[in-house]
């Protein structure tokens, strides 16, 4: 956790429990120190962070600060403005609309292909990025199934940069999953939806159409420059050991499949999963209430970084978990500091509406942070 210099606070845990049938969350006062209390005054940190030895192959602390609607990253020094009623609106896309710093483009020639591959919550960061930007973007849903009733499973867009290079984001709807009850094509690796493309030609394959006058004319074999892989939210019965070690054998065949090609792996980061919203599970996911819960989906993340950490062909962790945490709440729910702080903030702090997408004023900020994190590294790869 980061808190801004000189901030005071009051930090309490409260030790829970959870019940295994409904997937409630109390207070467990059976312990005689259930509540940990610290004081953290003016001008103390838990954690001096100028020391702090920050880790892309975990997790990123920051802070947010709601007077000015900023997201501050004290690991790579980001400052993620959110400020979406801005004209223009900021966006994910907006370092590379608006002559940020992009070090990608100062070095490289030619356009770039970036490959998302993610569910529906990574999928409408995306496409929360491109129509606030108001960027024209194609998609392609030849399973019928897989979109959920969205014909995005697949999209393919062109974001133009300063330079008169384009860097192209394909997306690709995939997660991590299990057999049962759930639709497998093409008999992908195991514990995913379809097969996570590798090149150019697998997308297109992929995608159910071939070479679209759209396309950006890549070379078949061409790998893309960067890769940004999250892992999902669909794996609810894996516990996080299961997780992690069905993680682990994707990530490492997807890497053992660019070697047998004799293809050059590109920069590949891996995304952490946001908490879910256990309240807002319904009645028909009523199972899930007792395995998505806050600390199971946070021992997930854990794994996810563990196995991030065992690979050298993984660049870094991207993290999406810490700048959601702070809306992580009930709708309702307000922050009880200063008078100033709480008259400045509105009444609904949660960023969710549904149990694993985001939603709302506070949602589109989050949006706009994961947004950046990713075209951030993107831009460093």
């Known amino acids: 956790m980061a808190l801004p210099p000189n901030y005071p606070t009051e930090l309490n845990v409260n030790c829970t429990k959870t019940n295994q049938v409904t997937g409630a969350v109390t207070t467990d006062t059976t312990n005689s120190n259930y509540i940990i209390n610290r004081q953290v005054k003016s001008g103390v940190r838990a954690i001096d962070l100028d020391e702090f030895d920050c880790n892309i192959k975990s997790f990123q602390p920051g802070y947010y600060n709601h007077k000015t ?72 849903d030849p399973y019928g199934v ?25 997306f690709t709807f995939e997660f991590m999953t299990t057999e049962d009850g759930q639709v497998i094509i093409d008999n992908p690796p195991d514990h995913l939806v379809v097969d996570m493309p590798h090149t150019w030609g697998d997308f297109v394959t992929l995608r159910g159409q071939g070479i679209d006058i759209n396309d950006p004319g890549f070379a078949m074999e061409r790998v893309p420059d960067t890769v940004i892989f999250n892992p999902g939210y669909h794996a609810s019965d894996m516990n996080a050991e299961e997780f992690g070690a069905n993680f682990n054998d994707l990530i490492v065949q997807w890497h053992q499949t660019m070697i047998e090609r004799n ?24 199972d899930d209430r007792a395995r998505r819960t806050e600390l199971n989906e946070y021992r997930k993340n854990l794994a996810i970084i563990e196995v991030v950490q065992q690979h050298d062909f993984i660049t870094s962790v991207l993290d999406f978990f810490s700048p959601e945490l702070l809306f992580n709440g009930h709708e309702g729910d307000t922050i009880q500091t200063s008078k100033t702080y709480h008259e400045a903030l509105p009444g609904r702090l949660s960023a969710h509406k549904d149990a694993v997408h985001l939603g709302g004023e506070w949602g589109l900020r989050v949006m706009i942070i994961a947004g950046s994190i990713m075209v951030n590294a993107v831009c460093t790869s």
């Open 146 to 170: 897989l979109g959920f009733g969205n014909a995005e499973t697949f999209i393919m867009a062109a974001v133009p940069t300063t330079t008169n290079q384009r860097i192209w984001f394909t």
């Open 263 to 286: 293809l050059q792996a590109p920069p590949i980061h891996i995304t952490l999963n946001m908490l879910p919203a256990p309240w807002m599970i319904p009645e028909k996911y009523a």
């Open 69 to 140: 609607n900023t997201w501050h990253d004290r690991c790579n020094g980001l400052q993620i403005d959110t400020n979406f009623r801005k004209v223009p609106s900021m966006t994910m896309f907006t370092p590379i609309l608006n002559y940020g710093p992009c070090p990608l483009l100062d070095h490289r020639e030619g356009d770039i292909w970036v490959s998302i591959i993610g569910d529906s919550v990574t999928r409408m960061i995306l496409l929360n990025g491109l129509k606030w930007s108001k960027i024209e973007y194609r998609t392609w």
